[in-house]
Antibody, heavy 119, light 112 residues
Framework: EVQLVESGGALVQPGGSLRLSCAASGFSFDTYWMSWVRQAPGKGLEWVANINLDGSEKRYVDSVKGRFTISRDNAKKSLYMQMNSLRAEDTAVYYCARMDLWLSPFDYWGQGTLVTVSS | DIVMTQSPDSLAVSLGERATINCKSSQSVLYTPNNKNYLAWYQQKPGQPPKLLIYWASTRESGVPDRFSGSGSGTDFTLTISSLQAEDVAVYYC????????FGPGTKLEIK
């Protein structure tokens, strides 16, 4: 069974940093692209970043470029998101999601982890 | 970036009746060399992550009931639930995955 389990969400002050993790199981992690997608409270879905099979290609939504860094460790079957210079508008549930290829839908999602940026 | 819009914002349908949700993209998501529309539909129930229902505009994901169907091409797409069941109450999102990934604002489906 495919499982994606996020962790690392917390309450953090504006300007602070946080590292999210996503532990994958039930599939060959190193054969799938992975993404982070976020959802602000009561709002819609926003793709944040994705990463290719070996971590050599990374793409970001404009609003997080230069502040967030996506990475993966295939040996540990884990996906990460380092989030720096956090802003109030980054407050959201962050989901990790699996993708077959670069241009493909998100076929499995984790349950999400809540990041709250507030003083 | 491609902007996705959906209509209506919310919809109330009687059990057993048809529900139709529309999605429009600001530019075509049809890639003519392979004749594929890079368009997906997701269902999100309260407190749960989104679930993939339809991809390539009309291909049902494994395990999705056949009362769910997708249609359309280019810039205009439709998700149809042929006979609404109580468990279909959710917010439905369309998403384009041509280039980057953008979602529609969602349509909230309720029972009338």
């Amino acid at each position: 069974e495919v499982q994606l389990v996020e962790s690392g969400g917390a309450l953090v002050q504006p300007g602070g940093s946080l590292r999210l993790s996503c532990a994958a199981s039930g599939f060959s992690f190193d054969t799938y692209w992975m993404s982070w997608v976020r959802q602000a409270p009561g709002k819609g879905l926003e793709w944040v970043a994705n990463i290719n099979l070996d971590g050599s290609e990374k793409r970001y939504v404009d609003s997080v470029k230069g502040r967030f860094t996506i990475s993966r460790d295939n040996a540990k079957k884990s996906l990460y998101m380092q989030m720096n210079s956090l802003r109030a508008e980054d407050t959201a549930v962050y989901y990790c999601a699996r993708m077959d290829l670069w241009l493909s839908p998100f076929d499995y999602w984790g349950q999400g982890t809540l990041v709250t940026v507030s003083s | 970036d491609i902007v996705m819009t959906q209509s209506p914002d919310s919809l109330a349908v009687s059990l057993g009746e048809r529900a139709t949700i529309n999605c429009k993209s600001s530019q075509s998501v049809l890639y003519t060399p392979n004749n594929k529309n890079y368009l997906a539909w997701y269902q999100q129930k309260p407190g749960q992550p989104p679930k993939l229902l339809i991809y390539w505009a009309s291909t049902r994901e494994s395990g999705v009931p056949d009362r769910f169907s997708g249609s359309g091409s280019g810039t205009d797409f439709t998700l149809t639930i042929s006979s609404l069941q109580a468990e279909d109450v959710a917010v439905y999102y369309c998403q384009q995955y041509w280039g980057t990934y953008t979602f529609g604002p969602g349509t909230k489906l309720e029972i009338k």
